[in-house]
């Protein structure tokens, strides 16, 4: 978890990275359970508790971030920050108890921008899957911790 902390400005509630499995220049595997008591099930089908498909992206881009900060490291104080989302699709519910792995990958980095593929998978079938671009940022004005 401490590398998650180090890599992203992210923190509880809004970090939904719990752990990396795996991680290169162009590639990252995370994985994040979700628990039943996340605040956004209160009122996201009250009853019957499903995860929301846009923090399902924001779980991916967010092992995107970190698997960008770890090839930028050093690089003069910038962090990833989000441009773009594409081609987003569903294919499955992800309900409390399960197990998300959550796959990014650099298809194309034009300067400062970066270009990704991601995906997230719940044992091992494919839930959602999008298509996003990054840009560098100052830290600073991300207020890393």
């Known amino acids: 978890m401490e590398d998650v902390l180090r890599a992203i400005p992210h923190r509880p509630p809004f ?32 009853g019957n508790p499903l995860m929301p498909g846009v923090l399902l992206c924001e779980s991916v881009i967010q ?31 992800v309900r409390p ?21 991601g995906s997230a998978l719940v044992g091992g079938k494919r839930v959602m899957t999008l298509e996003f671009a990054c840009a560098l940022a100052d830290k600073s004005s991300a207020q890393m911790g």
């Open 15 to 46: 970090l939904f990275v719990d752990e990396i499995i795996e991680i290169d220049q162009d590639r990252i595997l995370a994985r994040r359970t979700i628990r039943a008591d996340e605040p956004y099930f209160k009122g996201h089908y009250p």
């Open 63 to 93: 092992a995107g971030a970190i698997m960008l900060s770890r090839r930028i490291e050093g690089g003069a104080g910038k962090v990833p920050i989000l441009t773009r989302i594409q081609n987003a699709k569903f294919k499955r519910q």
């Open 97 to 117: 108890g399960d197990v998300v792995d959550l796959e990014a990958k650099l298809t194309e980095q034009i300067g400062d921008a970066f270009f990704c593929r």
